[in-house]
Nanobody, 120 residues
């Protein structure tokens, strides 16, 4: 069983910064890809950033140059450093992992989400 715990959301003023964390707990699995998604009110969930076990990253065009995703493989933890935040970044941010367990079963696990609100 794999569980994800997210932290770091909150209220920030435009132009400010936040750092999100996502930690995976459990045993008997290997994480391949970790990703951050977000869903704003009335909109579909979208990919914000992802990172592979080889640290290959991918970003949505709307966050390139402002957000940075990193990963600590030893701790099964991913971070999202968000700078120059704007009101349009307001959303619930979800952590996702694509992993494989020791029975070679693919796992697709989601966190519970953390709210980021950018407002003056």
């Amino acid at each position: 069983q794999v569980q994800l715990a997210e932290s770091g959301g909150g209220l920030v003023q435009p132009g400010g910064s936040l750092r999100l964390s996502c930690s995976a707990s459990g045993s008997g699995f290997r994480i391949n890809v970790m990703g951050w998604y977000r869903q704003a009110p009335g909109k579909e969930r979208e990919l914000v950033a992802s990172i592979t076990s080889e640290a290959i990253t991918k970003y949505a065009d709307t966050v390139k140059g402002r957000f940075t995703v990193t990963r600590d493989n030893a701790k099964n933890t991913m971070y999202l450093q968000m700078n120059s935040l704007q009101p349009e970044d307001t959303a619930v941010y979800y952590c996702n992992i694509l992993a494989i367990n020791f029975a070679f079963r693919n796992l697709d696990v989601w966190g519970q989400g953390t709210l980021v609100t950018v407002s003056s």
